[in-house]
């Protein structure tokens, strides 16, 4: 975990009566909308759904409209997931309607980064492998879209890590 990251985002969102997310990633068929599908389960397990909303989308235009990638869904099926997101791109007003924009790996950070306003719009700006807490050599969400298997599960396997780390971030609903 990136301890500055993690601490300053513990701040942006501890206490906080609603929790705006948005995950980001290159197409918006693989990464992001699984990282959609693993917070929500996440936060819903634990009885906190109504305090987060959780979006995502990607940089690129090529998929808008359509569901994540089958190969997406069959993986996170297996792990009780339903992915059913339609694909869009991240506009400017996003910035507006999320507290964090969270990007998968450097290259989506970096359009992101281009898109920003302000220094306000910047600092919503997050790398997903920074609230990785698990043994790995990434330090960003590989992208899956010419893998096999392995890399859906790799993926499904980081997003989980980090996701439960976001979440714990936020502070239990007893907590407030
Ligand atoms: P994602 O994966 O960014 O995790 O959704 C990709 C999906 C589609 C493409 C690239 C990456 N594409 O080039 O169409």
């Known amino acids: 975990m990136n301890q500055n990251t993690v601490d300053r985002v513990g701040r942006m969102i501890a206490g906080k009566d609603?929790?705006?997310?948005?995950?980001?990633?290159?197409?918006?068929?693989?990464?992001?909308?699984?990282?959609?599908?693993v917070l929500r389960s996440i936060v819903e397990s634990?009885?906190?759904?109504?305090?987060?909303?959780?979006?995502?989308?990607?940089t690129g235009r090529w998929h808008i409209g359509?569901?994540?990638?089958?190969?997406?869904?069959?993986?996170?099926?297996r792990r009780g997931l339903v992915l059913d997101h339609h694909c869009r791109q991240v506009c400017m007003s996003d910035f507006d309607d999320f507290d964090l924009v969270v990007a998968m790996d450097g290259e989506n950070e970096y359009n992101l980064r281009q898109m920003a306003r302000t220094i306000a719009d910047d600092e919503k700006i997050v790398a997903m492998a920074d609230f990785i807490s698990m043994a790995t050599?990434?330090?960003?969400?590989?992208?899956?879209?010419?893998?096999?298997?392995?890399?859906?599960?790799?993926?499904?396997?980081?997003l989980e890590n980090a996701c439960a780390n976001l979440a714990s971030l936020a502070g239990s609903q007893s907590s407030r």
Do not use: T
Not at 20 to 26: G, H, I, K, S
Not at 139 to 144: A, T
């Open 18 to 37: 609603k929790i705006r997310v948005l995950f980001v990633c290159l197409g918006n068929i693989c990464r992001s909308p699984a990282a959609e599908g």
């Open 46 to 58: 634990r009885g906190d759904g109504d305090r987060w909303v959780i979006d995502s989308a990607g």
């Open 66 to 77: 359509q569901l994540p990638d089958k190969r997406m869904r069959v993986h996170a099926l």
């Open 137 to 158: 050599r990434y330090d960003y969400i590989p992208d899956p879209y010419y893998e096999g298997a392995e890399g859906f599960e790799l993926v499904l396997d980081l």
